[in-house]
C-alpha cells in the first residue's frame, strides 16, 4: 500500500502561481511512476504531468507545457507540480497518483493509488 497526501491546493489570480505537494508514505516511493491528474466540475478526471522513477524524464498534457513543471524528491517522498501562468481553466480538483508501471502513462487505469485530491481555483 502506499498513502498519498496532497497539498498546497488554493484560490490565485489568473497568471498567478501555486506549487501543489504530494508526500507519500507506505512502500518504497522511488520505485512507482508518479503522476498528477485533474478534474473540473462536469468533466473526466485527465492527466497533467507525469514522472519517471528516477525523475529524469516528465510529461505534460498539451495544455499545460510550458507552464506546469513536474518532479520529485526521492529522498523526501515526494512529487511536487509547480504551476504557473495559471489560468481560469486551470481550475480543477488536483489529484497525485503512483503506478508500478515502468514508465509514464497517461491513463488513469494504470494508476494504483491516489490521493484525496486538493482544490485549485483560478479566477479571473
Known amino acids: 500500500q502506499v498513502q498519498l497526501v496532497e497539498s498546497g491546493g488554493g484560490l490565485v489570480q489568473a497568471g498567478g502561481s501555486l506549487r501543489l505537494s504530494c508526500a507519500a508514505s507506505?512502500?518504497?516511493?522511488?520505485?512507482?511512476?508518479m503522476a498528477w491528474f485533474r478534474q473540473a466540475p462536469g468533466k473526466e478526471r485527465a492527466f497533467v504531468a507525469g514522472v519517471e522513477r528516477s525523475g529524469i524524464n516528465t510529461y505534460y498534457a498539451d495544455s499545460v507545457k510550458g507552464r506546469f513543471s513536474i518532479s520529485r524528491d526521492n529522498a523526501k517522498n515526494t512529487v511536487y507540480l509547480q504551476m504557473n501562468s495559471l489560468k481560469p481553466e486551470d481550475t480543477a480538483v488536483y489529484y497525485c497518483?503512483?503506478?508500478?508501471?515502468?514508465?509514464?502513462?497517461?491513463?488513469?487505469?494504470?494508476?494504483?493509488?491516489w490521493g484525496q485530491g486538493t482544490q485549485v481555483t483560478v479566477s479571473s
Open positions: 497518483a503512483a503506478s508500478a508501471v515502468t514508465v509514464v502513462v497517461t491513463s488513469s487505469q494504470y494508476y494504483d493509488y
Open positions: 507506505g512502500r518504497t516511493f522511488s520505485n512507482y511512476v
